[in-house]
């Protein structure tokens, strides 16, 4: 198909065991309360999907796109808006759901956008953070993993476009 190699780099059932640990964390804090879950598109619709399923509260889900990568492997630092919210969150206990925090521009900007919508309250979730890459103090209130700084692809994430469907999360080496 291409000249890439793909190695496991994060296993589907270490997956999955973590987005269940994330989802139980995210119920006990919003015990009782009912939550708006925004969809961070397109790279986290699998996390997504998978964790509001561990989330015990009632879950409205809204989706947000940005595009940052431009199918590339390295950032480009600048975030554009693909689709806006469907609806207002002002009011709302909002749950900030992203697939990477890289560089920590994009959350950054996701953040602000999120507040300049006055929810009631805030709290991001995403599923692997490259400390070593952070551009900008970013901070996350739950993180799934911390990885080195590899590019990685599956479970939502892309090369080009691709590997969005892999069950887990690769390595992408080139051949080149
Ligand atoms: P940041 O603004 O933190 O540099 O980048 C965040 C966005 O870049 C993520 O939402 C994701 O779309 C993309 N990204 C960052 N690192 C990777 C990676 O290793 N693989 C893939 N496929 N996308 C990444």
Redesign the pocket.
Known sequence: MSNLKLSTYISEENIQKKVKELGQAISAKYKGKDLVAVC?LK?SFVFFSDLIRHIDSDVQCEFFGVS??HGGMS?S?E?KVTLDLAHPIEGKDVLLV??????????NYLKAAMLSRKPKSLITVTLLE?PD?LKVPCEVDYVGFKIKN????GYG???QGLYRNLPYIAQVQSLN
């Open positions: 961070i790279g940052s990568y950032s630092g975030v992203e697939d990477i925090v890289d560089t920590g521009l994009t959350m490259k890459a590899d590019f990685v692809v994430l892309d090369y």
